[in-house]
């Protein structure tokens, strides 16, 4: 996964010359002032609420997202019952397939607009944590693909969400 993941690391020198292009906006990005677009100015002013608001949003939901995510290995061998290499198999495969949640929630957050496709995406991740946890039924006959089901849906609903909020919060604030 991580190699496919360095793919497009290949194209590194193209992009080379397409950014060079954005050498008109490089005065723009510098501050005018030893203390603007520091980031204690989003805690002062207008931006306080707004600022406050995104930094708990963040706080919170990675605290949720990383209990259902650190406690789906124990889970899937302590409770449920499989190996260790299945669930490690099963989480490795349901994590990599859930980097699809990237482009989805890109796709998503153009066409819905960013709060909309982190809404959306936040119910689907309680459903498939709800569904992880509370599953499989103890006569299902392949928990594995049970718990594959929900874990990649868990890592989906995460990523998707990602896109939206990170887009959201930082097209929340001006650009300095």
Known sequence: LLAIAAVPMLGLPFAGAALDGASAWRPALRP????E?????????RYRLRAMTC?????????????????????????????????????????????????LGAVWCERLGRVPTVCCFALLLAVTIAWSFWGPPVNASHPILWLGVGFCGIGLATNAATVGGNSSSTESFPAG
Do not use: C, E, N, Q
């Open 32 to 35: 005018t002032s030893a203390t």
């Open 37 to 45: 677009g520091m980031f204690w100015d989003l805690l002062r002013g």
């Open 55 to 103: 930094m708990m949003s963040a706080l919170f939901s990675t605290i949720a997202i990383t209990s259902a995510k650190t406690w789906s290995y124990v889970h899937a061998v302590s409770v449920v019952g499989l190996s260790p290499a299945a669930a490690s198999a099963m989480l490795l495969a349901a994590g990599g397939l859930a980097l699809v949640g990237f482009p």
